[in-house]
T-cell receptor, first 113, second 115 residues
C-alpha cells in the first residue's frame, strides 16, 4: 500500500536551473496539494488541485507551476530555481469526504546553490 | 481567513509523564476540522488525531487526546505516558469544510522526552 510517493528524495540545483518534483498517489483521492517547509517553520501551501484538470494557487505560488492530467499524478515544476526555493517539499492528498485528513509523501529536500 | 497559533516553540517532558501542547485557532466559519500531525527527525508527516467542530466529545486515539474548547478556540493535544519515541515536532492544523479543503498549519512545537 504505497500511499503518496514523491521523487526524488533529494536534489541539488544550480540557480536558474529547472526541475519537476513528481508526486503520485494510489488512493484514488480527488484532492492533492503541494506544501513547502522552510527550516523551523510550519508548512505553507504552494498549489492544490480538487480533481483532474483543476488546479489553483495557494499561499506561496510564485516560481512554481503545476498540472493535474490524471487523478493519480500531481507534478510540481520549478522554473529558474532561486536560493529562496531551498526547502523541503511535501505532496499530500485527501479523499473527497469532507474534513478528511491529508496523507503526506515523505518529502523532497531541495537545495538551490 | 484561518489562522493557527502554537505558542510553545519547545517543550520538555519526563518519560512516562503526560504533556499538553497548546493550539489556538481563529476562524469565523462554523464547520471546520482540527488536526494534529507529528514530524519526527526523519521528516515524514504523521497524522495523529482529528476533531470536528461539531463533535461534542473530545477525540482520543490511543495515548493521544485532543482537548477541544470551542468557546476558547483551542485544540490542545495531550500525550499521556510519554515515550522517548514521542520526541518530534508537532503541528496543529485546521481545515474549513467545503471548497478546496486546504490545511493551514501552525509553526509547530518541538517536544523532547527526557529519560
Amino acid at each position: 500500500n504505497a500511499g503518496v510517493t514523491q521523487t526524488p528524495k533529494f536534489r541539488i540545483l544550480k540557480i536558474g536551473q529547472s526541475m519537476t518534483l513528481q508526486c503520485t498517489q494510489d488512493m484514488n483521492h480527488n484532492y492533492m496539494y503541494w506544501y513547502r517547509q522552510d527550516p523551523g517553520m510550519g508548512l505553507k501551501l504552494i498549489y492544490y488541485s480538487v480533481g483532474a484538470g483543476i488546479t489553483d494557487k495557494g499561499e506561496v505560488p510564485n516560481g512554481y507551476n503545476v498540472s493535474r492530467s490524471t487523478t493519480e499524478d500531481f507534478p510540481l515544476r520549478l522554473e529558474l530555481a532561486a536560493p529562496s526555493q531551498t526547502s523541503v517539499y511535501f505532496c499530500a492528498s485527501s479523499s473527497q469526504f469532507t474534513l478528511s485528513p491529508l496523507h503526506f509523501g515523505n518529502g523532497t529536500r531541495l537545495t538551490v546553490t | 481567513a484561518q489562522k493557527i497559533t502554537q505558542t510553545q516553540p519547545g517543550m520538555f517532558v519526563q518519560e512516562k509523564e503526560a504533556v499538553t501542547l497548546d493550539c489556538t485557532y481563529d476562524t469565523s466559519d462554523q464547520s471546520y476540522g482540527l488536526f494534529w500531525y507529528k514530524q519526527p527527525s526523519s521528516g515524514e508527516m504523521i497524522f495523529l488525531i482529528y476533531q470536528g467542530s461539531y463533535d461534542e466529545q473530545n477525540a482520543t486515539e490511543g495515548r493521544y487526546s485532543l482537548n477541544f474548547q470551542k468557546a476558547r478556540k483551542s485544540a490542545n493535544l495531550v500525550i499521556s505516558a510519554s515515550q522517548l519515541g514521542d520526541s518530534a515536532m508537532y503541528f496543529c492544523a485546521m481545515k474549513l469544510q467545503g471548497g478546496s479543503e486546504k490545511l493551514v498549519f501552525g509553526k509547530g512545537t518541538k517536544l523532547t522526552v527526557n529519560p
